[in-house]
C-alpha cells in the first residue's frame, strides 16, 4: 500500500456564461443621437462594474428611443448582473419585440435560465440565438456551457458531445474566441483526451497570453505528466497574470512536493491559505505536503526520525475533518498516516469511516483487505478485496494484481 490520495486542481472552470460585446451598430429604428449617448455611457459603466449605473444609463437611451433594441439589451444584461431577473427577462424580451433577428437578447435569455438552474429552457434560448445568427459565437459558446453543466449532472454523455460540439463551433465561427478554446479543453480534459486538452489551452494562450486560468490548467497537466519543468513555467505564468490566483499557488505548492522541495512547497500552500483560510482543499494538500515530507525523511533516516511530521499531517487531517467531516480523502489518508505510523486499530477504524462516506472507495477497500489478511481473517479480507477490484480504476494495476492473487490463494469472489 504505496499509494496516497492527493488533489491537484480540478478543471474545474468558471460556470458563468459568456457576455457578449455590448455596443454595436445595429438598428431597426435607428436611435436618437442622445439616446446613443447614454447607451455607451452605460457600457462604460457596466465594463468598469458599476452596473447600478448603467442601468440609469440604459434606461434612460430607451426613454429616449423606446425602439432601441441594443439599449433594452443592455438593460437586461444590467438587471442580469444585479440579479434582478424579472426585469432581466422582461428588457430582454422587449429587445426581442424591438428587433426579433437580433440574437444578443436570446443569448442573455439563456444566461438567465441557466443561472437559474433551468437548463432545458437556457438551451431553448441559447439555440434561438444561433437560429438567429449560424456564424454566432457567443451563442455556441452559452451553448457548450450548458451542455457541459447538462453532461456534469446526468452523466449522459450525448451532452458532453454536444458541448464539444458546441465549443468548436464557437471557435469556427469566431477564431478568436479563447473562452470557447479553453472550454473545449476543459472537456477534453475532463474526458481524458489530454493531447487534445493541451492543445486548446495553447491555442488559447496564442489568443489570449495572460489567460491565468488556462495556463493554470495547463500546468496541471504538464504536472499529471511528470513534466515538472514546464509544469513550474505555466503555473508561475499563471501567477504572473494574476497574483491572486489560489489554485496556480496550489499547485505550484504541489510541484515542489513532488520536487521535495518542502520549504517553497509550504511557501506556496500558505499564500493560498492567506487568500482562502478555510479551503478544504488547501487544508488538505498542507496536510499531504507533511505526509510526504515525513515519507521522505523516513527513507532517509528511518521512522522515528519522520514520526513528528506523521502526527503533525495527522492533526492536520483531524481538524479538516472536522470542518468537512464527509471528506473522504481526508478520511482515508489520516488512515493510511495511522498505518506508517503502525497504529493499525486507527488505520482500520479511518478505513471503515472513508466507507462510510464513500462505500467504493477503492484505497480503503484494499487497505481494510490487507489489513484482514493481517490478521488472519482471510474470509474478510477477500470480501474487501472483492469488492476493491470491481472499483478500482486501472491506475491502480499493481493494486489489482496484487489483489486478484491474493483472492485466488485464499477464496473466490462471490
Known sequence: MTYLSKILTATFSALILFFPGIATSRYIVRPLDQAVFHNNQGVSYLNAGDAQKALFEFKTATEISPEYAEAWNNTGLAYLFLKQYDQARDSLLRAIKADSDYPAPYN?????????????????????????????????????????????????????????????????SNSRNYLANFELGNMYKAEGKIEEAMIRYKVALEIQPSASEVWRELGTLYLAKGDNNKAQFAFNKAMEANPNNIDAHLNMGLYYVQE?????????????????????????????????QAEDIRGRSGLDAARSLYQASISDYQALLQQVPNYADAAYNLGYAYLRLGDFPNAADWYQKTLAIDANYPRALFGMGALKLQDGDKASAVNFLCRFTKVAPKDLQASIDAAQKIIAENGKCK
Do not use: C
Not at 443561472?115 to 434560448?125: F, P, R, S, V
Not at 453543466?149 to 452523466?155: L, S
Open 260 to 292: 521535495k522541495n518542502y520549504v517553497l512547497a509550504e511557501r506556496e500552500l500558505t499564500l493560498a491559505r492567506q487568500a482562502q483560510p478555510d479551503n478544504p482543499k488547501i487544508l488538505f494538500n498542507l496536510a499531504y505536503a507533511k505526509f510526504s
Open 108 to 172: 442573455h435569455l439563456a444566461t438567465l435560465y441557466y443561472t437559474q438552474g433551468n437548463y432545458d429552457e437556457a438551451l431553448k434560448w441559447a439555440d434561438k440565438s444561433i437560429k438567429e445568427d449560424k456564424k454566432f459565437s457567443d451563442g455556441y459558446y452559452n451553448k457548450g456551457i450548458i451542455l457541459r453543466e447538462m453532461a456534469r449532472k446526468t452523466g449522459n454523455k450525448t451532452y458532453y458531445a454536444q458541448g464539444e460540439e458546441a465549443f468548436r463551433l464557437a471557435t469556427e
